[in-house]
């Protein structure tokens, strides 16, 4: 990684290379707060009374929220450019997580859940298009490997603050009462990611100035190619295991206590973002050794197979084959994260690209929606349902897969 950003930044830190790092510290603090949430939000709907159907729609709704409304968001930050306002915005609806320590019910807690994937949705279009100008500079790939890194750090942190404070503040099952007091910490690092942005802001207030690219006369169209890519995401993330459901299964079947359950979301997130450093380089690798803006799609290959071995081992009653099904989990995450990520910059024109990551994110969300909440319906009745279905979305996925790569091909050889 240190080659990679001394190549792109000579002598100096350039101002690309820092928006990057500013944005993958908000982004660090953000997810010591909702992804350690996220580790304890199933069980935690659990000892508020929700069943397993209820906890699979909460997910399913989210993910379906916090992506579908990025098609409006995604086309005001393309309308408006006021890319900072969405990403105070966005950012600001973190309270609802430390705010989740008042939920008496599980209707509280769910509608404050949903809350938050409303903010993910209003600043995320608009931080992954400034991540993008300045990785015009630094090289998409690299750009959101290392935002991701960042942002995984967190995503690490959060999970084990829960984990530690489950180990040594309770005593045999968590109560209600526990959880409320966990989510109470969360306040600190939602202070710290309102004082990170502002510092930004204030030093990148006309991030456009960053991107090297131009719009091209011609380039008004998404593509062919934008569009396969969209439908075989959108595969793919419909057999995706959530992990609501996973850690509601955690501590319905006993397979991880209280305080190992968000660990292991610790370990997943710990694997995401190493592989998604690994994943970026290799992306823009490829880029550059063929000379195709397309050609890091190819990468994509091993996700539906990855995916699909997931529920065999997250969802089986054995510690250690639940372990390796996290660490699975945790790389697919961090393919989902670069390479989803990084492609829209380089398969849209520059001026399209707001509502690019919103049609993109629209679908993914709808995937998510469909897939949650199939899982956590087939997993009151078997969990070889949940296997079957998922092995049918990535089987789907993969035929879609070959298209887009015969696609990417055609375009190759034509020298479009």
Not at 5 to 11: D, F, I, K, L, T
Not at 85 to 103: C, D, E, K
Not at 370 to 396: E, N, W
């Amino acid at each position: 990684m240190k080659d990679a950003v001394s190549r792109a930044v000579p002598g100096k830190m350039s101002p690309a290379l820092r928006l990057i790092l500013y944005l993958g510290l908000v982004s660090m603090f953000g997810d010591i707060i909702y992804e350690g949430a996220r580790s304890v939000n199933g069980p935690y709907l659990k000892v508020l009374a929700a069943n397993a159907a209820v906890v699979g729609l909460v997910a399913g709704a989210g993910e379906f929220i916090g992506y579908a409304l990025r098609l409006l968001t995604g086309y005001l930050s393309d309308r408006t450019r006021s890319y900072w306002v969405s990403v105070f915005i966005g950012y600001g609806l973190l309270v609802s997580v430390p705010l989740l320590a008042l939920a008496g019910a599980w209707q509280a807690a769910a509608v404050l859940i949903l809350m938050e994937r409303i903010g993910k949705a209003i600043r995320s279009p608009g931080r992954d298009t400034l991540i993008s100008h300045a990785g015009s500079q630094v090289g998409t790939g690299m750009s959101f490997g290392l935002h991701e890194a960042l942002d995984q750090f967190g995503a690490l942190t959060g999970p084990l603050l829960f984990t530690f404070f489950f180990a040594f503040n309770v005593k045999g099952p968590a109560g209600p009462q526990s959880y409320r007091h966990a989510y109470s910490l969360l306040w600190v690092p939602f202070i710290l990611v309102l004082v990170l942005l502002i510092a930004a802001f204030r030093k990148f207030t006309r991030p456009e100035t960053l991107a090297a690219e131009k719009t091209a006369p011609g380039s008004d169209k998404l593509s062919t190619v934008f569009w396969l890519y969209t439908l075989f995401i959108f595969l793919c993330a419909c057999g995706f295991a959530n992990f609501l459901i996973i850690a509601f299964h955690f501590k319905s079947a006993g397979v991880f206590s209280d305080a190992r359950i968000p660990l292991m979301y610790a370990l997943a997130m710990g694997i995401d973002g190493i592989s998604a450093l690994a994943i970026g380089k290799a992306y823009d690798v490829m880029k550059k050794k063929r000379g195709d803006r397309n050609a890091g799609l190819e990468l994509l290959f091993f996700t539906p197979f990855l995916s699909a071995l997931i529920p065999f081992l997250v969802f089986s009653s054995g510690p250690a084959a639940a372990a390796a099904g996290m660490c699975v989990w945790g790389i697919v995450m961090g393919a989902h994260e670069t390479i989803m990520r990084s492609a829209i910059a380089d398969i849209t024109p520059l001026h399209k690209r707001g509502i690019g990551y919103g049609i993109f994110n629209t679908s993914y969300g709808l995937a998510m929606l469909v897939g949650a909440s199939l899982q956590g319906l087939l997993y009151t009745r078997s969990i070889p349902q949940i296997i079957i279905f998922t092995i049918f979305s990535q089987v789907a996925a993969l035929a879609v897969f070959f298209v887009l790569r015969a696609r990417i091909t055609g375009l190759r050889r034509s020298g479009e």
